[in-house]
């Protein structure tokens, strides 16, 4: 291998990627696009449920009630009706996703069971679990609470007896869902990038004929291979120390475990998602399929890899086909060391097979690789 033809290489791609507008576009904006996009736009918080209230009693008690539901920040009460039909006509429309009835004789809840109903729009099935267990938590606490206090006022008192269960949040007390997408982000922008880029490197060179200009070098195939792969190593590194950074001090979520364990296993998945584009580069003949390659890679990533639904949700089969993707691993590192702050033996089987692939993926590209037009 020569060193110069290397540094040649290395610094024709440099170049190319500068003359070439959309690859910068990927490089230095879509990261930041993808990282504020995700980070503000995907959330598993439920909370300010709009909902609308059918008030038949009208007391201060009922009113007391619909703030109680105003106050727990889980509902909106956002429309007052004076009909049944009116309220089903707003759940029609999906203006509303909850609807409160309730009956002309709820003053006397004190006295007697009153059936109050909460009416909820189950179509997205998020918003109405949330909906449901929230709902009923806010009318039992109302409920218990205004009976404590009548029996205070009667000089009685509920026994301290039965269970008193005692509950403590690991890693994020808060449960702040930043905490658990930015990690996720982290690694997504950096797979989604690496992979698009190298994608198109060597297809590019066919479809503006430099290849045939590279044929007839004394350039080796593994010397083109690694001089292509550098440059977009050093980008797509550099990308990931710009989305932590902004993870750090943007989104205040920070680093709990080892920060250079973090940057070492980062350049080693950015050397794993480039040996996959690299793949899709040796197979494609024109961009348009470096293109359809490069997302029939991505979009399976980010529904089974675990960044938005939990894998242990999913069937065996699906599990089985989201245990060969390298981002499955890399996100379990991720939210190992930034949330938990776990080391390097804990981790010891995410990285094994990270790395593993990522050999395996580079090999494969290489041995694919030829100097030559097809």
């Given at each position: 291998m020569s060193i110069s033809r290397l540094f040649a290489i290395i610094k024709k791609e440099f170049i190319q990627i500068k003359r070439d507008?959309?690859?910068?576009?990927?490089?230095?904006?879509?990261?930041?696009a993808m990282l504020f996009l995700f980070g503000y736009a995907v959330s598993t918080e439920v909370d300010h449920i709009p909902m609308a209230v059918f008030d038949q009693s009208k007391t201060q008690e009922s009113r007391d009630f619909i703030n109680a539901?105003?106050?727990?920040?889980?509902?909106?009460?956002?429309?007052?009706?004076?009909?049944?039909?009116?309220?089903?006509?707003?759940?029609?429309?999906?203006?509303?996703?909850?609807?409160?009835?309730?009956?002309?004789?709820?003053?006397?809840?004190?006295?007697?069971?009153?059936?109050?109903?909460?009416?909820i729009d189950g179509s997205d099935p998020t918003t109405a679990r949330t909906a449901l267990s929230s709902g009923i938590m806010v009318a039992q606490y109302f409920?218990?609470?205004?009976?404590?206090?009548?029996?205070?006022?009667?000089?009685?008192?509920?026994?301290?007896?039965?269970?008193?269960?005692?509950?403590?949040?690991?890693?994020?007390?808060?449960?702040?869902?930043?905490?658990?997408?930015?990690?996720g982000l982290l690694g997504l922008?950096?797979?989604?990038?690496?992979?698009?880029?190298?994608?198109?490197?060597?297809?590019?060179?066919?479809?503006?004929?430099?290849?045939?200009?590279?044929?007839?070098?004394?350039?080796?195939?593994?010397?083109?291979?690694?001089g292509k792969l550098i440059p977009y190593i050093l980008i797509g590194y550099t990308d990931f120390l710009m989305v932590l950074a902004l993870s750090i001090y943007w989104f205040r979520v920070p680093v709990s475990g080892s920060i250079f364990l973090l940057l070492l296993l980062g350049f080693d998945f950015i050397i794993c998602a480039l040996a996959i584009g690299m793949l899709i580069s040796t197979a494609a003949k024109t961009q348009t399929q470096a293109m359809q390659g490069a997302f029939m890679v991505l979009l399976p990533t980010i529904i089974l890899s675990g960044f938005i639904f939990p894998r242990e949700q999913m069937p065996y089969v699906i599990r089985a086909i989201s245990d060969i993707i390298p981002l499955t691993y890399f996100l379990d590192i991720l939210r190992g060391i930034i949330i938990k702050?776990?080391?390097?033996?804990?981790?010891?089987?995410?990285?094994?097979?990270?790395?593993?692939?990522?050999?395996?993926?580079?090999?494969?590209?290489?041995l694919r690789f030829r100097k030559r037009l097809d």
């Open positions: 507008k959309p690859s910068l576009v990927i490089s230095i904006v879509m990261p930041l539901y105003k106050n727990s920040l889980y509902f909106n009460p956002e429309y007052y009706v004076n009909t049944i039909d009116e309220l089903n006509i707003l759940l029609d429309t999906g203006k509303v996703k909850a609807g409160l009835i309730i009956p002309p004789d709820f003053s006397q809840y004190k006295n007697k069971m009153t059936n109050v109903l909460l009416k409920s218990n609470k205004n009976t404590e206090e009548e029996l205070s006022k009667k000089g009685m008192h509920i026994p301290d007896i039965g269970i008193d269960l005692s509950t403590k949040v690991e890693y994020n007390p808060d449960l702040n869902t930043l905490t658990f997408t930015i990690p922008v950096m797979q989604n990038i690496t992979i698009i880029l190298t994608a198109f490197a060597l297809v590019r060179e066919k479809e503006k004929g430099t290849m045939e200009q590279l044929i007839v070098t004394p350039i080796k195939s593994v010397e083109l291979m690694i702050g776990v080391n390097a033996n804990l981790l010891l089987n995410q990285i094994i097979i990270m790395t593993s692939m990522g050999f395996a993926l580079l090999l494969i590209a290489v």
